[in-house]
T-cell receptor, first 111, second 115 residues
Framework: EDKVVQSPLSLVVHEGDTVTLNCSYEVTNFRSLLWYKQEKKAPTFLFMLTSSGIEKKSGRLSSILDKKELFSILNITATQTGDSAVYLCAVGTSGTYKYIFGTGTRLKVLA | EPEVTQTPSHQVTQMGQEVILRCVPISNHLYFYWYRQILGQKVEFLVSFYNNEISEKSEIFDDQFSVERPDGSNFTLKIRSTKLEDSAMYFC?????????????FGQGTRLTVV
């Protein structure tokens, strides 16, 4: 059965800290890995990764994929209270039309 | 910026009643999805829709559920006879290609409460 696992489940840090969120997967015919930020309602898209070793970056957020070891990390540097959210990892596979989501990492950034 | 819109934002219904959740996907997208998230749990896939037919569905998507694209813009999820366990946040999403190639964009969700 296809599986996406995120760690840690929750994390509390102080403003200015750097955090690393992990996503590992076991799926058949991996195609892409996506990171989303979920604050109150809708997941909002952050990154899509398809190639190993290529870092995607947007401001203080960056992400990289390791297809050999079957995981991805999401880094957030100089965290702010506005980064508090649940971060979701989802995997798309060839041969299906669905994205498989992990349980998410709940990040709380304290002022 | 184009976005997926969902209505209503919150619906309360009595057990056994039918509900229709509505979505307007991003206009040039071809693939449409419904996901749900029970409070405190992970986002779960329900169904994907392409070329006016269901392309894939999960075990959750049983005979009580149906989807329709009644016109060129709306995409609906119908639950025929709601159960208490159908209470969840329902997200509509759309993408240009399927999960194989492009990201999906999500609407703000409809919170369904079955009483």
């Amino acid at each position: 059965e296809d599986k996406v696992v995120q760690s840690p489940l929750s994390l509390v840090v102080h403003e200015g800290d750097t955090v690393t969120l992990n996503c590992s997967y076991e799926v058949t015919n991996f195609r892409s890995l996506l990171w989303y930020k979920q604050e109150k309602k809708a997941p909002t898209f952050l990154f899509m990764l398809t190639s190993s070793g290529i870092e995607k970056k947007s401001g203080r957020l960056s992400s990289i994929l390791d297809k050999k070891e079957l995981f991805s990390i999401l880094n957030i540097t100089a965290t702010q209270t506005g980064d508090s959210a649940v971060y979701l990892c989802a995997v798309g596979t060839s041969g299906t039309y669905k994205y498989i989501f992990g349980t998410g990492t709940r990040l709380k950034v304290l002022a | 910026e184009p976005e997926v819109t969902q209505t209503p934002s919150h619906q309360v219904t009595q057990m056994g009643q039918e509900v229709i959740l509505r979505c307007v996907p991003i206009s040039n997208h071809l693939y449409f999805y419904w996901y749900r998230q029970i409070l405190g749990q992970k986002v779960e896939f329900l169904v994907s829709f392409y070329n006016n037919e269901i392309s894939e569905k999960s075990e959750i998507f049983d005979d009580q559920f149906s989807v329709e694209r009644p016109d060129g813009s709306n995409f609906t999820l119908k639950i025929r006879s709601t159960k208490l366990e159908d209470s969840a946040m329902y997200f509509c999403a759309s993408s240009q290609q399927g999960a194989r190639g492009t990201e999906a964009f999500f609407g703000q969700g409809t919170r369904l409460t079955v009483v």
